[in-house]
């Protein structure tokens, strides 16, 4: 059972606009999340995490939004630029030293 | 900030040999790294959990005496893929940690294994 879901295999946008993209967990023992960007043929670089005594991160154009209740989290991009154009991961960890948990991606892309 | 590097970064092999993959921390001490394996349109899988100077541990269903994990320093945590078969073929990334806490990790470059 899969704990940590992107249901959105993929998602286009306009340049200029707002992305969002989606994530859902199943275990409440989760406490950190993070978000990685992949880019073809190489490894996924950290973006942007956030911790579950906060509701929201920013950083520069990309912000999470967590929310504890329904165990979903997002991660919006603005304003999305065709450089975003990568898969995205969402990830949770459980406190201690245990293994991120990433969901199955979801592609972005970024149309000029 | 941090870096990881993995090399080599692509690997073709004929089937029945084996491959060697280093993972290294270029500017921090890595007690803790991790190896993953990217399968087409799916997640990063964790196939193990290297620690320095013990015995790796396997996630379920990873084959321990297929997949050989060495973390001899804490610079350099090394996958060999023994035996080698086209099935293994795949993206193999590897992670480490700062602290040994996995909140944010640093990820290495890949190494994408084709077996022929």
């Known amino acids: 059972d899969q704990q940590v879901k992107q249901n959105s295999p993929s998602l286009s946008v306009q340049e200029g606009r707002i992305s969002i993209l989606n994530c859902d967990y199943t275990?409440?023992?989760?406490?950190?999340f993070l978000w990685y960007k992949k880019y073809p043929a190489e490894g996924p670089t950290f973006l942007i995490s956030?911790?579950?005594?906060?509701d929201k991160n920013e950083d520069g154009r990309f912000t999470v939004f967590l929310n504890k209740s329904a165990k979903h989290l997002s991660l919006h991009i603005v304003p999305s630029q065709p450089g975003d154009s990568a898969v995205y991961f969402c990830?949770?960890?459980?406190?201690?030293?245990?293994?991120?948990?990433f969901g199955k991606g979801t592609r972005l892309s970024v149309i000029a | 900030g941090a870096v990881v590097s993995q090399h080599p970064s692509r690997v073709i092999c004929k089937s029945g040999t084996s491959v060697k993959i280093e993972c290294r921390s270029l500017?921090?001490?890595?007690?803790?790294m991790f190896w993953y394996r990217q399968f087409p349109k799916k997640s990063l899988m964790l196939m193990a959990t290297?620690?320095?100077?013990?015995?790796?541990?396997?996630e379920q269903g990873v084959e321990k005496d297929k997949f050989l994990i060495n973390h001899a320093s804490l610079t350099l945590s090394t996958l060999t893929v023994t035996s080698a078969h086209p099935e293994d073929s795949s993206f193999y990334i590897c992670?480490?940690?700062?602290?040994?806490?996995?909140?944010?990790?640093?990820f290495g470059e890949g190494s994408r294994l084709t077996v022929l």
């Open positions: 992670s480490a940690s700062l602290t040994g806490f996995t909140g944010e990790l640093f």
């Open positions: 275990n409440s023992m989760f406490d950190y």
């Open positions: 956030i911790s579950s005594i906060k």
């Open positions: 990830a949770a960890s459980a406190t201690g030293n245990t293994p991120l948990v």
């Open positions: 500017d921090f001490q890595a007690t803790t």
């Open positions: 290297s620690n320095e100077g013990s015995k790796a541990t396997y």
